[in-house]
């Protein structure tokens, strides 16, 4: 027993310190973000725009897939209680707010932590083991903010993006199952669900999805730039990161649920 | 003959790893426009020493000048200054996999300096040419041999023309047709740059056809510093062993075989 909580006592220490070291690189990538525009590289936008492109661009197929699924569940969910009650219709108020508010921002970070995220840990962690990033230091460049920066800053600007199309595609979802299972014209759904959203809950989605961004993209490097030993330590550590990067989604996820309960 | 000045001066160096001591109280000089080498059997610290030497570890007490400024000391931003005039050769290359070879070649200038593209695109045909990779800009680092690999490195370290450049063991994983191709080119960039040369290697052969100052080192200390005649002329037994490529006696004694078989 003893031995159990000594082994949870030093985990839990070790998760402080790793997680200590990643507040502290999310502090010099603020910091360079501050003086990017006085620097001549500025955002490196050719490099941050390549990052767009993989990070958004690239995952608009799976991102479609399953926001599409999504939606349909959640809509087939609700008619089977709302169906008891006769009030159908209001499918559309479900799916839409909590798509917006919630599941939308929710699961598109999750699908890309596992894509994107584990990707950046993967590249960054094989670099180093190769020297690149030695490479980069020794030729008097700064790794945070030549590979770290873009990545958070696309990661940054298309999370956002990529929330409000799942949203778009789950609330579609939900048309296809109101209007072949309830027999609820696309019209009416439609003008349903936009009475139903209030701007505040695309406005708390997006700020969520903002904040799911930057620990993505900072857990991702975090790892990738920890690795050491070959093959298996990259494994490792891309793992480590798909893995913090959902608890710190889900833990942010309920604060952000707190706060804005609070504030109504 | 005059003894050149030392551009690099090593004085009482300790480094760790954890609670391991790696260099043990070294000193030594490295003279200007010379081609030194580090030499060393694996586990005697040269690969920590360089490391040190280009300022990607600090350590735990003692001295590095490179030109009289002790970089040891200097903050990461004071030290970009000083890496552009140096250029460093990773054991692999360190090519970013990322880039064509023309592009990594590029990468210091157009990161370091106001030049044209057009003037930059010279100046790599030029770099690339002296390592005899001429028309090779195009080709991406997964395409090239072991050897071209070490070339385009070394062309991306003397991209900026630096005074200082070092070599991390150049004829590791190299035929010795090739490794003599890059003695070559070693002594040609001395003879026609007057560039400082820091190489370490553990490799005869190279050591006797560019060296022109050696510090041979062994379990983190200095066992010899001079010339090549100096070297020879150690009664070091250590160093005599090193040289006549004698390996180190196995067990003789039986009984003392047999108590470390049974783990006494």
């Known amino acids: ?264 | 003959m005059t003894t050149p000045k030392a551009i690099i001066e090593v004085r009482d160096l300790v480094t760790h790893y954890g609670t391991r001591r790696i260099l043990d109280g070294v000193s030594f000089r490295v003279p200007e426009g010379q081609i030194s080498v580090i030499l060393g059997g694996s586990g005697s610290g040269k690969s920590t020493l360089l490391r040190h030497l280009i300022g990607l570890q600090r350590p735990t007490a003692g001295q590095i000048l490179i030109k009289g400024r002790d970089i040891a000391r200097l903050p990461d931003e004071a030290l970009v200054e000083i890496r552009k005039r140096m250029g460093v050769l990773f054991q692999s290359g360190a090519l970013f996999n990322s880039m064509t070879v023309g592009e990594n070649v590029a990468l210091p200038l157009l990161e370091h300096t106001k030049l044209e593209p057009s003037t930059i695109h010279i100046m790599t045909r030029i770099k690339l040419q002296l390592v005899g990779l001429a028309g090779f800009e195009g080709f991406m680092p997964a395409q090239l041999s072991g050897g071209m690999k070490k070339r385009a490195g070394l062309a991306r370290a003397i991209a900026m023309d630096p005074e200082i450049l070092f070599f991390d063991e150049p004829s590791a994983g190299l035929d010795p047709v090739t490794a003599a191709g890059l003695d070559e080119l070693i002594l040609k960039l001395k003879q026609t740059f007057r560039m400082t040369i820091l190489v370490v290697t553990h490799e005869l052969a190279s050591l006797f056809s560019i060296a022109d100052h050696v510090v041979m080192l062994m379990t983190g200390k200095v066992l010899v510093e001079g010339g090549l005649a100096e070297l020879r002329a150690s009664t070091d037994p250590q160093v005599q062993d090193f040289l006549a490529r004698r390996p180190v006696p196995e067990h003789e004694d039986a009984e003392a075989y047999l108590q470390s078989l049974v783990g006494a």
């Open chain 1, 1 to 264: 027993m003893a031995e159990l909580l000594a082994r949870m006592g030093r985990r839990a220490l070790q998760a402080r310190g790793e997680l200590a070291a990643a507040g502290n690189l999310l502090i010099r990538v603020a910091a360079r973000l501050a003086s990017a525009p006085f620097t001549a590289k500025g955002f490196r936008w050719p490099e941050t725009f390549r990052q767009m492109v993989r990070i958004g661009v690239e995952s608009l197929p799976i991102v479609f897939l399953i926001a599409g699924s999504v939606g349909m569940i959640v809509a087939l969910q609700a008619a089977t209680q709302l169906r008891r009650v006769g009030a159908t219709i209001y499918v559309a108020d479900l799916v839409g707010v909590s798509l917006t508010r919630e599941l939308g921002p929710l699961m598109t970070a999750i699908i890309i932590a596992g894509r994107s995220g584990s990707a950046i840990a993967a590249e960054l962690g094989t670099m180093k083991v190769s020297e690149e990033v030695d490479a980069l230091v020794a030729m008097g460049l700064d790794p945070v903010e030549y590979l770290a920066l873009p990545r958070i800053l696309a990661m940054a600007i298309m999370l956002p993006c990529l929330t409000t199309l799942a949203d778009v595609v789950g609330i579609l979802g939900g048309v296809v199952v109101a209007w072949v299972s309830l027999g609820i014209p696309v019209g009416n759904y439609l003008e349903q669900t936009l009475k139903a959203l209030m701007l505040k809950d695309l406005f708390s989605g997006l700020i969520k999805s903002g904040v799911f961004a930057v620990i993505i993209a900072g857990v991702g490097c975090y790892q990738g730039f920890q690795v050491e030993g070959g093959a298996e330590g990259v494994g490792r550590r891309t793992t480590a990161s798909v893995v913090a990067s959902i608890f710190l989604i889900i833990a942010a996820d309920l604060v952000f649920t707190l706060i804005f309960y609070v504030l109504g």
